[in-house]
């Protein structure tokens, strides 16, 4: 793209429409790393890319109309069910320091209603049409990818499993696949602790679980937490 310095060019797309990441790497490279990225996006009081300027909102509902972002979800699986449609639904496996910075900004009990409300309306939906919940996976609690440790901030070594805080590698994203479509590959070993299948029952104890983990976590990382907690 003329006039536009290279590290801001979009990147290209292959034929199934995904981004490639090609010279990724080396980006991150001369950037410092993504020990220095995730520090200096995570510990420096923006709060990106939890909450975002002008108003640093978080909410579910629009006061004036009473519509909340749970509705085009129930939309779509409401749909699902009626049009016999094999869908898989997970959440995404962002690293351990976002969940870290949901709880120094108080959200920590907002992501665990938010959590139980996409539980609860998927086995509502079920009922309603008579058939079983569609499988549900939650992967951004602490496990072996999420929290993978990140570089010194003088390191511009490149993670395992993650470019950044909140893009994850291809081999992560296979990992995913794996467990929600049952797949084994040899040579690519899947985790037990990665993936858990949410259900009314097991909720509740999940989030416990995660919180357990994520206190451990951050004990074990008091280096690159205490910049997002104090900032």
Same mark, same amino acid.
């Given at each position: ?6 590290? @801001? ?6 034929? %199934? ?12 490279? *001369?950037? #410092? ?11 420096g009081g923006g709060?990106? !890319?939890? =909450?975002?300027?002008?108003? =640093? ?23 699902a069910y009626a ?9 995404? !496996?962002? +690293? ?6 949901? *709880?120094?900004?108080?959200? #920590? ?8 409300? =996409?539980?609860?309306?998927? @086995? @509502? ?7 079983? $919940?569609? !499988? ?10 999420? #929290? @993978? !440790? ?5 390191? $511009?070594?490149?993670? *395992? ?27 690519? $070993? &899947? ?14 104890? +999940? ?6 983990? &994520?206190? %451990? ?9 205490s910049p997002i907690?104090?900032?």
């Open positions: 793209v003329e006039g536009v310095r290279p590290r @801001e060019r979009v990147h290209g797309l292959d034929g %199934a429409g995904l981004r490639l990441f090609s010279d990724e790497d080396e980006t991150m490279r *001369q950037r #410092g790393g993504p020990g220095k990225l995730i520090r200096t996006r995570l510990g709060w990106g !890319p939890t =909450l975002t300027l002008p108003r =640093l909102m978080y909410c579910f509902t629009e006061a004036d109309t009473g519509m909340t972002t749970f509705d085009p979800f129930r939309f779509m699986i409401r749909r049009e016999d449609t094999d869908m898989r639904l997970f959440i995404t !496996p962002l +690293h351990a320091v976002n969940l870290t910075l949901m *709880q120094a900004l108080g959200l #920590g009990e907002r992501y665990a209603f938010w959590l139980k409300e =996409l539980v609860r309306i998927n @086995e @509502e939906e079920a009922a309603r049409a008579g058939r079983k $919940p569609l !499988p549900l996976w939650d992967f951004s609690g602490v496990n072996t990818i999420t #929290g @993978e !440790p990140v570089p010194k901030s003088t390191d $511009p070594a490149p993670m *395992q499993w993650y470019w950044e805080y909140s893009h994850y590698r291809k081999v992560t994203g296979d990992l995913v696949l794996d467990r929600i479509f049952d797949y084994r590959k040899s040579g690519r $070993p &899947l985790p037990a602790d990665f993936g858990v299948r949410l259900t009314g029952a097991n909720i509740d104890a +999940h989030l416990a679980r995660t919180r357990t983990d &994520l206190r %451990a976590w951050a004990s074990a990382n008091s280096e690159l937490v907690v104090e900032a």
